[in-house]
């Protein structure tokens, strides 16, 4: 189920159970609901981050990955790739070696809109 399905279902949940003067029926459906959108949320995110950096692509490709700076004591999501044998930071700063604990295939952005033809 999708996320926008699982907060309208969500919503008209919560809209049952306030209309319902708290059956045991909608209660047992509701925590059931509730049970499962929690599942979901957590399996969703949690299934996009890869904890197993030796299966990263090492060949230069940008990919999403969060990181600390080697003197760092915590981190953050960056978009990195792996070059001469060290993983590297790529933003609006020179790139800066990091050590990254986990990715995912870098996030597809939306294609910029063709320029108007001159005239």
Known sequence: MDT?????ELAKG???LIESAYSAHVIADWTALIA??????ANSEQSKWNTDMSAAPKDGTIINVVARYPMAT???PTYSGYYEG???EYSKNPPAVVIPW???PRDEWPQEPAAPAAE
């Open 4 to 8: 926008t399905r699982m907060a309208e």
């Open 14 to 16: 919560i809209q049952n």
């Open 36 to 41: 499962t959108a929690l599942e979901a949320a």
């Open 74 to 76: 915590a981190g953050s």
């Open 86 to 88: 060290r993983w590297y």
């Open 102 to 104: 986990a990715w995912r």
